[in-house]
């Protein structure tokens, strides 16, 4: 029996493993492991029967999904700015939901990954300074490169951090190229991208500067090249004062394909205070 053509290039593609045991046709299994892969062996198309994994191979498929995992988090550091690499270790778990707000923000964060898991959503994640946003993103962020066997590429991006990076080469135009045409390109290839503290780069909001063409032109690049890829965007900014700040165009962007099942795929931190402030001093 012929395995059907659609199979035969997912995950890697199959390979033949050897003969049933039960009617005697070729037996086939995923080049790759997959989440089926971890818990069954080869498969018989003929007759369904399923050739358990050895311990071997069970050692094997870890080895390798370890090496995935290794591969995409190096990836990560490498080519996401942010202001410390700690920050590209917060999960889930280490995220603080200690009030009702919070509480609620980690719930919609899961909702949001199931989102992720169907189609190239955009998510929106606002709120004052030190409210948790960068936290839930990057924790999201990890999340759903776990949930992906680490098959995807995923990075995290200071805006603002990203405009400092770019000025590096303004004196230099080859470099500034070079500089851009880098970092543009793991932004646009990226299966998953946070887009974090965007606004802050203009200062407070009750006193914000009016951003410059360049910082226009380079959001708007972004925005662009993410149009229809998974996207998160963090702000402290609402979302009347982002459409104010970078014009509608930019903004119809940042909320395209925003919704799942008929919710919106944005919350605000509105009562949660700044944790970085301690008021025992």
Same mark, same amino acid.
Do not use: C, M
């Given at each position: 029996m012929e395995i059907a053509e659609p199979f035969k290039n997912m995950y890697g593609g199959i390979v033949e493993a050897g003969i049933c045991p039960v009617c005697g046709n070729t037996m086939y299994k995923w080049a790759k492991p997959t989440k089926t892969a971890k818990r069954d062996g080869a498969v018989c198309p003929r007759c369904k029967y399923i050739q358990q994994a050895t311990e071997q191979q069970k050692r094997d498929e870890e080895i390798y999904i370890q090496k995935q995992k290794e591969k995409q988090l190096n990836y990560m550091k490498r080519n996401s700015i942010v202001n410390d690499n700690i920050t590209l270790n917060y999960t889930l778990e280490t995220y603080k939901n200690d009030s009702r707000e919070s509480e609620q923000?980690?719930?919609?964060?899961?909702?949001?990954? %199931?989102?992720?898991?169907?189609?190239?959503?955009? #998510?929106?994640?606002?709120g004052g300074t030190g409210v948790g946003k960068t936290h839930l993103a990057v924790a999201i962020a990890n999340e759903y490169l776990k949930r992906s066997d680490y098959t995807k590429k995923v990075i995290v991006i200071n805006y603002r951090e990203l405009l400092e990076q770019l000025k590096i080469g303004f004196n230099d135009p080859k470099v500034y190229k070079e500089l851009q045409g880098y970092l543009m390109q793991e932004?646009? $290839? *990226?299966?998953?991208?946070?887009?974090?503290?965007? =606004?802050?780069?203009?200062? *407070?909001?009750?006193? &914000?500067?009016?951003?410059?063409? +360049?910082? @226009?032109?380079?959001?708007?690049? #972004?925005? %662009?090249?993410?149009?229809?890829?998974?996207?998160? /965007?963090?702000?402290?900014?609402?979302? $009347? %004062?982002? &459409? @104010?700040? +970078? =014009?509608? &165009? #930019? /903004?119809? &962007? #940042?909320?395209?394909?925003?919704?799942y099942k008929g919710q919106l795929l944005a919350f605000r931190f509105v009562k949660t205070q700044d944790r970085r402030v301690k008021l025992d001093f």
């Open positions: 923000a980690k719930i919609n964060a899961k909702f949001w990954l %199931e989102a992720l898991e169907k189609k190239p959503v955009h #998510i929106v994640l606002t932004v646009k $290839k *990226a299966d998953f991208v946070v887009i974090d503290d965007l =606004g802050a780069e203009l200062g *407070a909001i009750e006193n &914000r500067a009016t951003p410059t063409q +360049y910082n @226009l032109d380079t959001l708007q690049s #972004i925005v %662009e090249a993410r149009l229809n890829k998974a996207t998160l /965007f963090t702000s402290n900014f609402n979302s $009347k %004062e982002l &459409r @104010l700040a +970078y =014009g509608e &165009r #930019i /903004f119809s &962007r #940042i909320v395209n394909n925003s919704s």
